[in-house]
């Protein structure tokens, strides 16, 4: 029996952009979406962060990447469509979408809300759903997600700026609250300057911390002093500067 292609394998028509190869090239790709579930939303995708784990699994430098893979896993955008038996949201309703897609919902790690930890976990793109077909993430026009994986999205928050936080945003805002690193006057030290990097001295600088940025580069000491209100900078390259800090 044939294997049904992605364009045909569900009944909702969606377009994205997937990697078809380890080139890690984009192209667009015609593929489908499962019919609501009872306990599903469909959602309009209107803006979907760009995480450097996109860019490793559309080289399957991770060794799990299943082609054609549809990256994005920082989706943000509004819902159609929801379930007969959905309580969270209605349509209308602006909506965020993160790494996870699906777990097992029944072991201990689930039972605390904590299904990153699950074996089952499933991710938003490039994984067997429970259906046993492949999930493909946000770089696309809609996505359907079960209702306790979708999260709602504070009106104050503008969609396209607060993607990022999908991932790169609880990846560091989760370890501050978590070690007891929110609250004023405590000393954090953040290595290295890039996306994360930026988000764990917005959210240390937010909870009134005393921020110190180790990075190689000097050219960043400008934008995190000037913009970012980091307190130390030090050049991890720098033996000088790095013996002063013990």
Known sequence: ??????????????????????????????????????????????????????????????????????????????????????????????????????????????????????????LTYSMPYYDGTITYGGYADIIVVEEHFVISWPDNLPLDIGAPLLCAGITTYSPLKHFGLDKPGINVGVVGLGGLGHLAVKFAKAFGCKVTVISTSIGKKKEATEKLGVDEFLVSLDDQQMQASY
């Open 1 to 122: 029996m044939a294997t049904a292609s992605p364009e045909t394998e569900h009944p909702v028509k969606a377009f994205g952009w997937a990697a078809k190869d380890p080139s890690g090239f984009l192209s667009p790709f015609n593929f489908s979406r499962r019919a609501n579930g009872e306990h599903d939303v469909q959602l309009k995708i209107l803006y979907c962060g760009v995480c450097h784990s996109d860019l490793h699994m559309a080289k399957n430098e991770l060794g799990f990447t299943q082609f054609p893979m549809v990256p994005g896993h920082e989706i943000v955008g509004v819902v159609t469509e929801v379930g007969s038996k959905v309580k969270k949201f209605k349509v209308g309703d602006k909506v965020g979408i993160g790494c996870l897609v699906g777990s097992c919902r029944q072991c201990n790690m689930c039972d605390k809300d904590l299904e990153n930890y699950c074996a089952k976990q499933i």
